[in-house]
């Protein structure tokens, strides 16, 4: 008997060997985007917007996100259309080296 299974691994990428090529800043930004992604599942209600208020700020340490007075938002890309997902209020670290 013959068994046939079909698997997906993912995307491969090919890619010359003289292009210079940083292993570990992919392995960072594909952890920080999974990362993202598993605080979005988490979250029990998530709130989009398609665009900000008026009146709000761009933050750009911890991370980039938009401050709204008391809500917070933070830029996402889906289907080729920039949304804003609101977030918990970011934790900044402010301690001196």
Not at 24 to 32: E, G, K, N, S, T
Not at 62 to 84: D, H, I, K, M, V
């Amino acid at each position: 008997m013959l068994f046939s299974a079909m698997s997906y691994a993912g995307t491969v990428v090919v890619r010359q060997s003289s292009t210079p090529f940083d292993a570990f800043a992919i392995r960072d930004l594909v952890l920080q985007q999974h990362q993202w992604q598993e605080l979005l599942r988490q979250q029990q209600q998530i709130t989009i917007l398609q665009s900000l208020p008026v009146g709000c700020l761009t933050v750009a340490s911890p991370f980039n996100y938009f401050s709204c007075g008391q809500q917070f938002y933070r830029p996402y890309e889906y289907q080729n259309t920039q949304l804003f997902i609101q977030i918990d209020p970011p934790i900044i670290d402010n301690l001196p080296e």
